[in-house]
C-alpha cells in the first residue's frame, strides 16, 4: 500500500466532491479497502472487513486511519463517485506510461503504438437489472487503450454494454505519428478519418464486404504468408465522402487457422509483413483482459448499483497497474501473476518489497547432538 500517493488521491477527491460525507470512512480508506480487496482476492464484503479488522497495528502501518465495517463499506460503495477511483487510475496509467517508456522494442515497429479493444464484464440480471444487455444477461463493457510497448493501459472507459465499440474512436485520445491497431468492429470511416486529420496511424482488420477501388498493387512474397499489397479507394458513396483518401490494402494468409486475413491502413511506409506482424501484437489487449477477469475481483461484487460496479471494475484497473509499477520499480524477474500471488499472502510485512522475492539458499544448521564414534 506503500505506493500509493496521499497528496494525489486528494487532488482526485478534490474534482469530484461528495454530496454527502460517508461517516467513519475517509475517501483515501475507502480506495485502499479496495485495492486491497483486489490484491488479495477476497471473497465478499464480510470477508474484507474481517480481514483488514483483524491486525488494527498491521492496517494502520499500510495507512488506513479509520476502522471500517460494512455498513459504511456498502454505503461509499453506494455514494461515492466512482470518477475518483478514474482519475486515480489515470494517475497510475501516467506514472506507469514513464516507467515503461525505456523499454526495448522490435526494430522494425514502430516505437509508438496502441491496441484498441472492449470486452465484456458479465454480471447477473436479477442482482443487477439496470445492466441489460441482451435477452436474460447483463453486462457492462471495458473499453481499453494498450500501449504495445509494456504492455500497460494509457486509457480506459466503461460503459453499458450495448455501447458501440466504433463510437469508442471519438474518445480516445490521439498522439500524432502513433500507430493504433483495430479489430474489425471498429471499421468506421468517419472516425478513421479523424484519425488521419490528426496525424495519426492506424491499422484495422477488414469486413469481407468491403467495396473499393484497385488503383495500384506491388510485389509481395508469398512464402511469408503474404498474398497482396495494394493501394484503393474507396466506392460507395458514404464511405467515400467520409474517407476520401487513398487506402493501404493488405491481405495475410494464416495457415494455421486456415483462414486470410484482411488490413486496411493509412501508412504506406512500412514493409507489409511488418504492418501484419503489428496487427499480431493486437493480442496484447486480448490477454489484458484475460488477467484482470481471472486474477483480479471482477465476478463477486460488493454492491449492486452502478456506482458500486464501477468503482470495483475500476479499482482492478488500479490493482493491475500497481503490480506492473511495482514490477518495473523494484526490477522484478517475476511475472505479474506471481508478483500478485506473493503480495496476496505478504500485504501486511514490513520488509522491504524486493526483499519478498529474493531467494536465500538454506544452510543446514549445525547439529548440538553428540556423535557416538565406533
Given amino acids: 500500500m506503500s505506493a500509493f500517493r496521499p497528496h494525489e488521491f486528494a487532488r482526485c477527491v478534490e474534482r469530484f466532491p461528495s454530496k454527502r460525507q460517508t ?3 475517509s475517501a483515501y480508506d475507502h480506495f485502499l479497502a479496495l485495492c486491497f480487496f483486489q490484491l488479495t482476492g477476497r471473497e465478499g464484503l464480510r470477508d474484507l472487513v474481517a480481514c483488514l479488522n483483524a491486525r488494527p497495528g498491521r492496517t494502520y502501518t499500510a495507512g488506513f486511519r479509520t476502522r471500517l465495517t460494512r455498513t459504511n463499506l456498502a454505503y461509499a460503495n453506494e455514494h461515492r463517485d466512482w470518477r475518483t477511483i478514474a482519475a486515480m487510475a489515470q494517475v497510475l496509467m501516467r506514472r506507469a506510461a514513464k516507467l515503461y517508456a525505456d523499454d526495448a522494442t522490435d526494430p522494425d515497429l514502430p516505437q509508438v503504438g496502441y491496441a484498441l479493444d472492449a470486452s465484456l464484464i458479465s454480471l447477473s440480471l436479477a442482482l443487477f437489472p439496470w445492466a441489460l444487455w441482451r435477452g436474460p444477461t447483463a453486462a457492462v463493457k471495458l473499453h481499453t487503450l494498450l500501449s504495445l510497448r509494456g504492455p500497460v493501459p494509457t486509457w480506459t472507459a466503461v460503459t453499458e454494454a450495448c455501447f458501440p465499440d466504433s463510437l469508442m474512436l471519438e474518445h480516445i485520445p490521439l498522439e500524432k505519428g502513433a500507430f493504433y491497431v483495430l479489430d474489425r468492429g471498429y471499421l468506421d470511416f468517419p472516425a478513421l478519418a479523424n484519425l488521419q486529420a490528426a496525424g495519426a496511424f492506424f491499422v484495422v482488420r477488414s469486413k469481407c464486404h468491403l467495396s473499393f477501388r484497385l488503383m495500384t498493387s506491388r510485389p509481395v512474397d ?28 493488405i491481405r495475410v494468409r494464416d495457415e494455421v487457422a486456415g483462414r486470410s486475413l484482411v488490413f486496411l491502413t493509412n ?13 499480431r501484437r493486437r493480442w496484447r489487449v486480448e490477454l489484458f483482459f484475460k488477467w484482470i477477469k481471472g ?15 464501477r468503482l470495483q471494475v475500476w479499482s482492478a484497473i488500479c490493482a493491475y497497474l500497481l503490480v506492473a509499477i511495482t514490477k518495473k520499480q523494484c526490477g522484478l524477474s517475476q511475472s505479474l501473476h506471481q508478483i500478485l500471488q506473493v503480495i496476496s499472502v505478504s500485504i501486511f510485512e514490513t520488509v522491504p518489497l524486493p526483499d519478498l522475492f529474493t531467494t536465500r539458499s538454506l544452510e543446514p544448521e549445525p547439529s548440538n547432538q553428540l556423535l557416538l564414534l565406533p
Fill in 222 to 249: 508469398k512464402s511469408t504468408g503474404l498474398r497482396c499489397d495494394q493501394t484503393v479507394y474507396l466506392r460507395r458513396g458514404r464511405s467515400r465522402s467520409a474517407f476520401p483518401w487513398s487506402l493501404r490494402r
Fill in 267 to 279: 501508412h504506406f511506409e512500412l514493409p507489409a509483413i511488418t504492418v501484419a506482424e503489428l496487427y
Fill in 295 to 309: 486474477h483480479l475481483r471482477l465476478r463477486a461484487f460488493l454492491g449492486r448499483s452502478e456506482n458500486a460496479v
Fill in 23 to 25: 461517516r467513519g470512512l
